[in-house]
């Protein structure tokens, strides 16, 4: 899956560039500590903007196109903010034979952005899943902890605007 960046302008503030600083200074001598700079970035900003991977590059003399390559690599990396309320629609077998692809495609619709995006107001983002082990209420997403099965998708616009 494609990671998509983030069209929302970085806002990093200087107490998160010093605490980024601190984690790469005291690991910039073992490049192997890479993966763990990184996560502890993503900890710090919520996520891995450019101008963050540039940051790690340069800290730990690490050319920005591993940095980048690594971020889009493992799921556990965004390079896009979550909004507030995080939507995430499982694509796994069950809820996708169940028609979990028009879910997706109605929450895209309803919130004006793709999966792996984030609304400009970061009030809601969206990311697809593959499987939260609800293949029962097939299909499924959740909204941050709330978890909503068995969906149509004339169910999408309601449960948006619950937390709107």
Same mark, same amino acid.
């Given at each position: 899956?494609?990671? #998509?960046?983030? #069209?929302?302008?970085?806002? /990093?503030?200087?107490?998160?560039?010093?605490?980024?600083?601190?984690?790469?200074?005291?690991?910039?001598? *073992?490049?192997?500590?890479?993966?763990?700079?990184?996560?502890?970035?993503?900890?710090?900003?919520?996520?891995? &903007?450019?101008? =963050?991977?540039?940051?790690?590059?340069?800290?730990?003399?690490?050319?920005? $196109?591993?940095?980048? /390559? +690594?971020?889009?690599?493992?799921?556990?990396?965004?390079?896009? &903010?979550?909004?507030?309320?995080?939507?995430? +629609?499982?694509?796994?077998?069950?809820?996708? =034979?169940?028609?979990?692809?028009?879910?997706? *495609? #109605?929450? $895209?619709?309803?919130?004006?952005?793709?999966?792996?995006?984030?609304?400009?107001?970061?009030?809601?983002?969206?990311? $697809?899943?593959?499987?939260?082990?609800?293949? /029962?209420?097939?299909? +499924?997403?959740? =909204?941050?902890?709330? =978890?909503? /099965?068995?969906?149509?998708?004339?169910?999408?616009?309601?449960?948006?605007?619950?937390?709107?």
């Amino acid at each position: 899956m494609l990671k #998509k960046i983030s #069209k929302i302008p970085f806002k /990093g503030t200087a107490e998160q560039e010093q605490q980024l600083k601190a984690v790469i200074d005291a690991n910039k001598n *073992d490049k192997s500590m890479l993966m763990h700079v990184m996560q502890e970035a993503q900890g710090i900003y919520g996520y891995l &903007p450019y101008e =963050v991977q540039v940051m790690i590059a340069e800290g730990m003399d690490i050319p920005i $196109e591993k940095i980048y /390559g +690594v971020s889009t690599f493992y799921a556990q990396f965004a390079l896009s &903010p979550k909004g507030k309320y995080n939507i995430s +629609v499982c694509l796994g077998t069950a809820c996708y =034979v169940k028609g979990a692809q028009s879910i997706l *495609d #109605k929450v $895209e619709e309803e919130l004006g952005i793709s999966a792996g995006e984030c609304t400009s107001d970061a009030s809601f983002s969206i990311e $697809e899943c593959r499987c939260i082990g609800a293949c /029962g209420l097939a299909p +499924v997403m959740t =909204v941050n902890d709330d =978890v909503y /099965g068995r969906l149509v998708p004339d169910d999408i616009s309601g449960i948006i605007a619950k937390y709107q």
